[in-house]
């Protein structure tokens, strides 16, 4: 989910990067679904990436249907 709301929000790897103070390998791995954020980095990543509440809930409970 990440990529699609990064691309939608035309952000770069390197600009998410830049905003969230993340490491680009994390942000790759996120992106990938090889790595499952903590809290404070999806807080970061939502909040650079201005998500609606709404959109936020989706993707959470997405997440939470896939386990």
């Known amino acids: 989910?990440?990529?699609?709301?990064?691309?939608?929000?035309?952000?770069?790897?390197?600009?998410?990067?830049?905003?969230?103070?993340?490491?680009?390998?994390?942000?790759?791995?996120?992106?990938?679904?090889?790595?499952i954020p903590l809290l404070d980095t999806f807080a970061k990543i939502v909040i650079a990436l201005n998500m609606s509440d709404e959109e936020i809930a989706k993707e959470v409970k997405k997440t939470i249907i896939k386990k």
Do not use: C, G, P, V
Not at 5 to 14: C, G, L, P, V, W
Not at 24 to 29: A, G, S, V
């Open 1 to 35: 989910m990440l990529k699609e709301y990064r691309k939608r929000a035309k952000i770069s790897q390197e600009k998410l990067e830049e905003i969230t103070n993340l490491d680009r390998k994390t942000i790759f791995r996120i992106e990938n679904d090889l790595n």
